[in-house]
């Protein structure tokens, strides 16, 4: 792929304009076919309706079942009052009912929003509260959480059946528009509420191309061990749903559980970060495990080194697929083929690589906060262009305005540059986000928690490599002078006020922060010591 006339821009297609009405869950555009989300459930229902859908919580649930599951849930909500616009929350792990209420909602034009069941009660009372969500879907491993959420909990498992139960299945025919928001996942917040990405109809109907990108049919077994507030769960599961294949949940990230599900339900397809990639090559006779059925591994969220790919391509004996992409962006934009994990060949410097758009995405390189277009080789601010990219954050119009960046561009908040050949490279975080096995941590959160300790006078927050997890979180402190501030200090004062992803792991005491002369914290001169000979920074 080579630059177009219009500077420093790669893609491979265009858009294509919708030009008339037909079906009542389609949108005819060109010589392809635009589906809602909701017809994804109706359309196999309709089809394939003993075929299955789901699988997870030791039941699985065909396309029937569960068109049927979500008409009692939609008539649910709207007995509960919501309607079109309507914030309906999720608070649970894996689980068949989280798509209940996927498909219950938009058939009634709310939109579900899941919530990182990770974050203290505090943080999830307040997304569930910022969603403004009258009605929670609350996993029955959480159940005590029903003290603090607000609105009205419903509780999986027999207070989910009745709930469903006391409702008729007669789908209330709602069908939407393209720019309809469907599913509304949180990214960690900088500071305070996490923001709530908005996604849409047009934003999901990419997951019918990805699944023919990712070899995703009608016979496929999609394993979905990255959990549903992710984009990397509800994002890989609808593009499997859009194929018509069978989704086995995972609830609990188990390595040598992974490594017999993947035996026992012959698992075609997965999406897996590489810490969970690591861990499963390193469980006693995983390599002579029977994979068969496995067509291929995608991977991504986090970094991986060159040894767990060799690992894996060991292991697994399938085709591995990088993806880079965001939750603004409905997931991937940005593939790196299996033909380029070889990293003994010579081609091998491509491992170092995002890898190259798809055909319908745009990205260009541009100077950091601006729109001049760098060169070819030239490192800047990563933007990109395509359908999926999101319209907004939910009631954030400030910070919709910072992400978009005009005429359909969108902000990454990612350093890198594009060769010759329409790789993308990325070498920094603009926005110094830490990647912790597929968990965002944003240092400023951390760092303000930690600055309110007395004996701490200046403290700043970054990645440093770990073989497991990609990146862990590293606090480093000045003390208040005169203070006999330990590590186990530090790292307690984290414990009570932080979520387990976000905690510092290790801490390091110096005399001074470097700063630049308007006083910033120069957090890449901090970094550049852990991460000197590793090459990779970021994935």
């Not at 350093?415 to 965002?440: H, P, Q, S």
Request: glycine share 10%; charged share 25%.
């Amino acid at each position: 792929m080579s630059a177009s006339g219009e500077g420093h821009r790669f893609r491979r297609a265009g858009r294509i304009d919708r030009v008339c009405r037909t079906e009542p869950n389609v949108i005819r555009k060109g010589a392809g076919v635009e589906y809602r989300v909701v017809s994804i459930v109706r359309d196999h229902a309709r089809d394939r309706g003993a075929a299955p859908a789901v699988t997870g919580d030791g039941r699985t649930v065909s396309y029937a079942e569960l068109d049927e599951r979500s008409s009692r849930c939609a008539r649910a909500l709207l007995a509960a009052g919501l309607g079109p616009g309507s914030r309906v929350a999720y608070v649970g792990k894996n689980a068949p009912g989280f798509f209940d209420l996927l498909f219950g909602a938009a058939k009634i034009g709310a939109v579900t929003a899941p919530v990182n069941w990770r974050l203290t009660p505090a943080e999830i009372a307040a997304v569930v509260a910022d969603a403004q969500a009258p009605v929670t879907l609350l996993d029955e491993e959480f159940a005590e959480l029903a003290e603090v959420l607000p609105g009205r909990i419903v509780v999986t498992g027999e207070e989910h059946e009745r709930w469903l139960a006391g409702h008729p299945a007669d789908d209330p025919g709602f069908t939407g528009e393209p720019d309809d928001i469907v599913v509304q996942l949180y990214t960690s917040g900088t500071t305070g509420v996490p923001k709530g990405v908005q996604l849409s109809n047009a934003n999901f109907e990419v997951g019918e191309r990805m699944a023919r990108r990712w070899g995703l049919d009608g016979s496929s077994v999609s394993l979905v061990p990255m959990p549903l507030f992710h984009i990397g769960g509800t994002g890989w599961a609808l593009a499997g749903m859009y194929a018509g294949c069978r989704q086995v949940l995972v609830r609990d990230i188990d390595p040598a559980a992974l490594v017999d599900t993947f035996e026992r339900e012959r698992v075609t397809n997965a999406f897996i970060v590489p810490a969970v990639l690591q861990f499963m090559c390193q469980v006693p006779g995983a390599a002579g495990r029977d994979y068969s059925a496995l067509r291929a591994i995608t991977y991504g969220a986090s970094p991986i080194t060159s040894e767990v790919l060799r690992r894996a391509l060991d292991t697994f004996r399938a085709p591995l697929f990088q993806l880079y992409g965001m939750t603004e962006t409905t997931g991937a934009i940005v593939q790196l083929e299996p033909g380029d994990h070889d990293p003994e060949g010579p081609r091998a410097h491509l491992m170092r690589s995002a890898g190259r758009p798809y055909d319908w995405v745009e990205i260009k390189i541009v100077e950091p906060g601006g729109q001049a277009e760098r060169a070819p080789g030239e490192v800047g601010e990563v933007l990109t262009r395509s359908s999926q990219n999101t319209p907004g954050y939910w009631n954030r119009p400030q910070e919709t305005e910072r992400l978009l960046a005009g005429d359909g561009w969108l902000r990454t908040g990612d350093a890198g540059y594009v060769d010759a050949d329409g790789y993308l490279f990325l070498t920094d975080r603009i926005k110094d986000m830490i990647v912790t096995g597929a968990e965002n941590v944003y240092p400023i959160e951390v760092e303000e928690v930690l600055a309110a300790h007395p004996a701490i006078a200046d403290v700043a927050v970054i990645g440093v490599p770990d073989e497991r997890w990609g990146e862990t979180v590293k606090a480093v402190v000045v003390r208040v002078a005169g203070a006999a501030l330990t590590e186990d200090d530090v790292l307690a004062h984290a414990r009570e006020r932080l979520a387990g992803f976000k905690r510092p792991r290790s801490v390091d005491f110096v005399d001074a922060l470097p700063r630049n002369p308007s006083g910033k914290i120069l957090k890449k001169d901090l970094r550049a010591p852990y991460w000197e000979g590793l090459g990779r920074t970021i994935a």
